[in-house]
């Protein structure tokens, strides 16, 4: 148990090693090496075992938002952008519907769900006579009522190499989250399927250092292989480092293509292994651009200004 009654002044102030990199003896990716045979081998279809990096191209948010701005039509807008992916994460819906089975990309399938966007118990109005009342739970936070969404034999059947699932730390229903991620781990390293976790922030939950420090490294340590979090601007370095396993960074809302160059740029110093963009990408006013321009920064060194220029110049050769 943790010594509540610790003061603060006798804390050791604490050390994250951030210039020490992790050893991966006789393979590629930060804490994978003594995974079995099968694992590894899905995980460098989704990593890129030349640098280690993956650019992620992220379009399952259907699965609580319905036809998300850019993905109304996904057969439009996302199979343009398929040759440019190392993986692509979706639902298993999309996948079957709209994505080629000739696709050699990786495949990270959605694997947790069961609440949208519009929720019953938020707040709702109503009527009795001349009077109107509203109904709500001020701060309810609905989406974070996640349970698994598909089974093991799904995922095999759909040759997935990773499966993401949703955790939402500091929610209420964090524990419902983190035994959704312990289950899916409990069932998919049988099986040499690899697990992402990833970090939701909800409205009272902080975006900041310590508290991804916090979230990522519980998945880790309950036995994520991955871990998908935010960006920080203070502070990445620390994340990265206290993570025994690799992270994608999450683009987030859409950002002005030059500022979501340098955060990628800037997570990839800062030790993450990779991005996992949705919005950034296929919301951009040149999509295809814009994706190969992410590649640029994550797996040819470019700088954010070089990326600017590389989706600038294709953008203009249409």
């Known amino acids: 148990m943790a010594d509540l009654s610790t003061s603060a002044a006798d804390k050791k102030e604490k050390e994250f ?12 990716l930060k804490g994978s ?3 079995d045979w099968g694992l590894k081998n899905r995980l460098s279809r989704v990593f890129n075992p030349r640098d280690g990096r993956t650019v992620m191209l992220a379009f399952d948010h259907g699965y609580f938002q319905g036809p998300t701005t ?18 692509l994460m979706l639902t298993r819906g999309i996948q079957r519907s709209i994505i080629p089975a000739s696709t050699q990309k ?49 995922a095999i059947r759909l040759n997935a190499s990773v499966l ?47 508290y991804f420090r916090l979230a990522t490294r519980i998945m880790a340590e309950l036995g994520a292989n991955v871990v998908k ?12 480092s206290c993570c025994p396993v690799p992270i994608v960074i999450a683009g987030g809302k859409k950002l002005p293509e030059l500022d979501a160059l340098k955060m990628s740029h800037n997570a990839i110093q800062q030790g993450a292994s990779g991005v996992d963009m949705g919005r950034n990408i296929f919301q951009s006013d040149a999509p295809v651009a814009m ?4 590649r640029g920064v994550v797996h040819e060194g470019l700088t954010p200004e070089q990326g600017f220029q590389m989706y600038q110049d294709l953008k203009a050769g249409g």
């Open 291 to 294: 994706m190969r321009a992410v």
């Open 164 to 210: 993401a699932v949703q955790v939402f730390i500091g929610s209420a229903y964090e524990r419902q989250s983190l035994k959704n991620l312990t289950d899916l781990v409990d069932g998919a390293s049988r099986y040499g399927i690899g697990v992402m976790g990833v970090v939701a922030v909800g409205r009272a939950m902080a975006r900041n250092a310590q």
């Open 17 to 28: 090693f951030t210039h020490v990199p992790q050893e991966a003896p006789g393979f590629f």
């Open 106 to 154: 990786a495949i990270a399938l959605r694997a947790s769900g069961g609440t949208s966007m519009v929720s019953p118990f938020e707040e709702w109005e109503g009527e009795i006579g001349d009077k109107k009342f509203k109904l709500g739970r001020p701060g309810f936070e609905p989406l974070s009522n996640e349970s698994t969404a598909l089974s093991i034999e799904e």
């Open 229 to 240: 979090c935010y960006y920080t601007d203070e502070g990445f370095e620390t994340i990265t």
């Open 33 to 35: 090496h003594q995974y």
């Open 70 to 87: 850019g993905l109304e039509r996904v057969d439009q807008t996302i199979l343009p952008l398929e040759p440019y992916a190392d993986c």
